[in-house]
């Protein structure tokens, strides 16, 4: 089992923050120019998300965790794991191209999607979950232990599962991970936070919507960045829903799906143990996928702590923003697929 890596409290911090208003139209309100109508969408993305997933619940630790599968069980496994506010459904225009060859499931984390709600939040507990859903779906029956890919804060789970539980996995696919802001701009993302007032707290729950109209509307992502495939993000943003009552009774309106107190509940104090300096002795065969355009390649830049072991692979997705899988979906297929054909090279 590799040593464990510390990614300090105040680091490890990659919560939803506004950049500073105004915002461009295409950044703020991407869908809102649809009034709540689905933008025109190519052949090979109806094509893709015709091919339904069988979609179940998995228990693990006394919460009922959403997961998406494709493919045979008795292929090699594939685990997609979300980022932060998201759900499995994040994957569903990408994990079919890989269903042929791989059992695939991509499950919604606790607090997500439509998984239950915890009253805390650990990364030790993800890394339980994510063992959960590969053994419940098949995701070890293909003759060898499934490789996880994971999108933002996502990647940090399958990150501090590679370094946790090596032995759980066959190897880990990072896409647009980063583990915050350079330590001088903290403060300044900590005061964001709480000038904030859209942000759900515990004191400031999420705001419920009279149509769903209304609230496509109001769908933007996080970080900042323009949606490159507008009829992606309605996708991702029409699975973000759900329906409730009105808080005036007068019947039942849309509010999104995540726990609005997640970051609140979230134990990052010990999220890992050790240093960043530990980082190369990760055993784990890793490599990160990240956008060219991405802000996370910019804080790194600034001199963002980063706990990647220094002999990482990394592969550029040109012309994309840290929301990959929206803006290059297609080169973001191609990239996982040839990794996939031709890494890691030992067993």
């Known amino acids: 089992m590799a040593e464990d890596v510390t990614v300090p409290a105040q680091t490890y911090d ?28 190519p052949q090979w993305f109806k094509d893709v998300v015709a091919q339904e997933p069988e979609r179940v619940f998995v228990e693990s630790l006394g919460t009922n965790l959403e997961v998406l599968t494709w493919g045979e069980v008795g292929k090699p496994g594939l685990l997609f794991v979300h980022g932060n506010s998201a759900h499995a459904d994040w994957w569903s225009f990408i994990a079919p191209y890989f269903a042929q060859d791989y059992r695939v499931a991509s499950m919604s984390l606790a607090g997500m999607g439509a998984s239950d709600w915890r009253e805390k939040y ?66 300044k993302r900590h005061a964001q936070m709480e000038a904030i007032r859209n942000i759900p707290t515990i004191d400031r729950p999420s705001r419920v919507y009279k149509t769903l109209e ?17 009829f992606i993000a309605d996708f991702i943003a029409r699975r973000s829903l759900k329906r409730v009552p009105l808080p005036d009774g007068t019947g039942e309106g849309w509010t999104w799906r995540f726990d609005p107190n997640m970051w609140a509940k979230l134990d990052r104090e010990r999220a890992m143990s050790g240093d960043f300096g530990q980082a190369a002795g990760v055993k784990t065969p890793m490599v990160h996928i990240y956008g060219a355009k991405s802000r996370i390649v910019e804080h790194r830049k600034a001199g963002a702590p ?23 979906p297609l080169a973001l297929v191609a990239a996982i697929r040839t990794l996939l054909a031709t890494w890691p090279r030992s067993a």
């Open 214 to 230: 209304s609230a496509l509307a109001r769908f933007r992502l996080m970080p900042p960045q323009p949606a490159g495939n507008p």
């Open 122 to 187: 650990s990364f030790q507990d993800f890394s339980e979950d994510a063992e959960a859903v590969a053994q419940a779906t098949g995701l070890y029956n293909g003759g060898r232990k499934p490789i996880y890919i994971g999108h933002s804060f996502g990647g940090g789970q399958v990150f501090f599962a590679a370094i946790r539980n090596p032995e759980r996995m066959h190897a880990a696919i990072m896409v647009d991970t980063g583990f915050g802001p350079p330590p001088e701009e903290l403060a």
């Open 14 to 41: 990659d919560r939803p923050v506004h950049a500073e208003a105004p915002l461009p139209p295409e950044v703020q309100a991407p869908l809102a120019i649809y009034l709540g109508e689905p933008p025109p969408a």
């Open 306 to 328: 980063s706990p990647f072991p220094p002999e990482i692979v990394e592969i550029e997705i040109p012309e994309a923003h840290h929301h990959i899988m929206i803006d290059q």
